[in-house]
């Protein structure tokens, strides 16, 4: 045993309770809970720092990566499935564009668009892919039969799954099952819709849970065997941006997905659940769309580190134009990346064992177990989705997700937030596409392409002159703020600083927005609007803040002001509009 061994040795223990002190000390006096508790979405209190106390009863720590209840993944390694998607629709050009991909790097193919008349045109799509898994995205049941038949008389070496709603026709899923040899995966429970239509990670768990409870229910019912029944289902998951939130809800799901088969009594080796992700398209974004490749980025990590089977990273610009070579191969080698360069394949659970994590993930699998008893209290997923109950509740989170945006509380940067407003979209832009799936930026990207399409009738861009006065800190801090939210709606911007109000007025703009402290405004407003009256120029002026004296400042003429408490779109709108601007 070396020095090194006993390195720790050397530092004396830590109480919780010194820490604690520690921390009051350093609060003075100011309230810990407002302070350094934080309330997600999800309404779960997190601590400021987790420690070994926190996980000591937790259930699940000492099995190994691929052993129940899962908890640390269903491999074990860390290894997992590039999967690329292919739109072509005929069978020889998505053949082809498939081979390429898996040429490239891909390990996976999902179809999204192939048509499948018949089994010779199945053939045709499957050529030379016998050790690839494949995915066919939108299913019917006649494909399933297809499918069914094709593998019974060939068996692959890899698998095949298909995104047939497992939900809608129980007597058919019960049948397909029994029919469906192993390897095959004909059935999917859809988790990314939940998040996309505006799920909290408790409420995505808790209705895939449900989803997956019902469905076992169902084809046991139908004399279905519920170990082969968990076989023949996958689970898609969006990952977004709250980075840990989705390795803790990917790990949590599969905690209770265990716990859930092991309730109806199926085999545990058979209670891995299989889980497919994809990068959140709610937080993509038209405007600096390379930033979609680092939001993706940090989405396909935790996939990976949560322990997807599979992750698709989906194109920088696939939501606003069909993504083309660069885009697919740039969405691809980022996976690649993390794989051979990062070696993010070489460990299982890398996360295993973090306090923080490990008390993440058993806090969302028992909010999201809550969640699932909740439904079935309605009597089951598919009666609370028919009475509207499923749908409330996302709405409700959908509301308050998207008013997150429009505050700037939820950032997206180059869209709501750090906007380059001389950035142009319009000529780029597939409406149709643009319009496929809810995404969080499309509000403030309707004010971006209402100013472009201004421009482009041979009008001139809004310019918003900056006026900075006075104090240094402020009108830097002033004038810095203004720009970024002009920048939001496209319009042009240019900061200059001055001595006097005659020289605001003489200043060129479409709008002026005083910058300065608080207690210089009413030094320089009054003087600026005589002036301008003087000029015969009709300008608005803005302030840049919410000062004591806003009612005196718009007595004396002032239009508006902006602060962190404006609503952007709102004020925005409104300028576009006294500007000319029309929608």
């Given at each position: 045993m070396t020095a090194a061994d006993h390195l720790l040795d050397e530092f004396p223990a830590v109480s919780t309770a010194e820490w604690e002190a520690a921390i009051a000390r350093d609060l003075k006096g100011a309230d810990y809970e407002k302070r350094l508790i934080w309330h997600s979405e999800d309404g779960l209190a997190l601590k400021p720092y987790y420690r070994a106390e926190d996980i000591k009863d937790l259930v699940g720590l000492d099995a190994a990566p691929g052993e129940f209840p899962f908890r640390r993944g269903a491999r074990t390694t860390g290894d997992w499935r590039i999967r690329e998607e292919v739109d072509a629709a005929d069978a020889e050009g998505a053949n082809r564009a498939a081979r390429e991909a898996v040429a490239a790097g891909a390990e996976e193919i999902a179809f999204r668009a192939v048509r499948v008349e018949g089994a010779a045109e199945l053939e045709r799509i499957l050529a030379n892919l016998d050790e690839i898994p494949v995915r066919f995205e939108y299913a019917d049941e006649r494909l399933i039969g297809l499918l069914i038949e094709k593998m019974r008389k060939q068996p692959r070496a890899a698998g095949i799954s298909t995104g047939c709603d497992a939900l809608p026709s129980i007597p058919f899923a019960a049948d397909a099952i029994t029919a469906a040899p192993d390897g095959f995966v004909p059935f999917t429970i859809d988790g990314a819709a939940f998040e996309e239509a505006g799920a909290t990670c408790v409420e995505e768990v808790g209705f895939t849970l449900a989803?997956?409870?019902?469905?076992?229910?169902?084809?046991?019912?139908?004399?279905?065997?519920?170990?082969?029944?968990?076989?023949?289902l996958e689970f898609s998951f969006a990952t977004g941006s709250n980075y840990f939130f989705q390795i803790a809800k990917l790990r949590a799901f599969r905690m209770a997905w265990a716990r859930?088969?092991?309730s109806f009594g199926g085999e545990r080796e058979r209670a891995n659940a299989r889980i497919a992700a994809r990068t959140s398209r709610w937080n993509k974004t038209v405007y600096d769309p390379h930033v979609n490749v680092l939001r993706a980025t940090t989405e396909a990590m935790a996939a990976v580190l949560g322990g997807a089977d599979s992750v698709t990273v989906a194109p920088f610009d696939d939501c606003y134009a069909d993504a083309g070579d660069a885009?697919?191969?740039?969405?691809?080698?980022?996976?690649?990346?993390l794989k051979h360069e990062a070696g993010m394949e070489r460990v299982a659970d890398a996360g295993g064992g973090a306090y923080a994590l490990e008390a993440l993930t058993d806090a969302l699998a028992g909010e999201g177990w809550k969640r699932m008893q909740q439904i079935e209290a309605q009597g089951g997923f598919r009666k609370a989705q028919a009475a509207?109950?499923?749908?409330?509740?996302?709405?409700?989170?959908?509301?308050?997700?998207?008013?997150?945006?429009?505050?700037?509380?939820?950032?997206?940067?180059?869209?709501?937030?750090?906007?380059?407003?001389?950035?142009?979209?319009?000529s780029i832009v597939d409406r149709a596409r643009?319009?496929?799936?809810?995404?969080?930026?499309?509000?403030?990207?309707?004010?971006?392409?209402?100013?472009?399409?201004?421009?482009?009738?041979?009008?001139?861009?809004?310019?918003?002159l900056l006026a900075e006065f006075g104090d240094v800190k402020m009108r830097a801090a002033r004038s810095?703020?203004?720009?970024?939210?002009?920048?939001?709606a496209g319009f042009e911007t240019v900061t200059r600083r001055f001595r006097k109000a005659a020289e605001i007025a003489a200043a060129e703009g479409d709008l002026i927005v005083l910058c300065g402290a608080d207690t210089d405004y009413a030094a320089?407003?009054?003087?600026?609007?005589?002036?301008?009256?003087?000029?015969?120029?009709?300008?608005?002026?803005?302030?840049?803040?919410?000062?004591?004296?806003?009612?005196?400042?718009?007595a004396a003429g002032v239009a508006d002001f902006v602060h962190v408490r404006s609503n952007p779109v709102e004020m925005l709108t409104k300028w576009q509009e006294r500007l000319g601007i029309k929608a």
């Open positions: 989803a997956g409870v019902d469905f076992l229910s169902a084809v046991e019912e139908r004399g279905a065997d519920v170990g082969r029944a968990a076989t023949a859930v088969l092991e885009s697919r191969r740039l969405a691809r080698n980022t996976q690649l990346l509207g109950a499923i749908a409330q509740v996302l709405e409700r989170s959908m509301a308050a997700r998207e008013n997150a945006v429009v505050l700037r509380r939820r950032v997206m940067v180059g869209t709501n937030q750090f906007a380059n407003g001389a950035e142009q979209a319009l643009m319009s496929e799936t809810k995404r969080g930026a499309r509000i403030y990207e309707e004010l971006r392409l209402r100013t472009e399409r201004h421009t482009a009738s041979g009008e001139r861009t809004p310019r918003v810095h703020f203004a720009a970024n939210f002009f920048a939001c320089v407003a009054a003087p600026l609007m005589a002036k301008l009256r003087d000029l015969g120029r009709t300008t608005p002026v803005i302030v840049a803040g919410n000062p004591e004296g806003a009612q005196k400042l718009a």
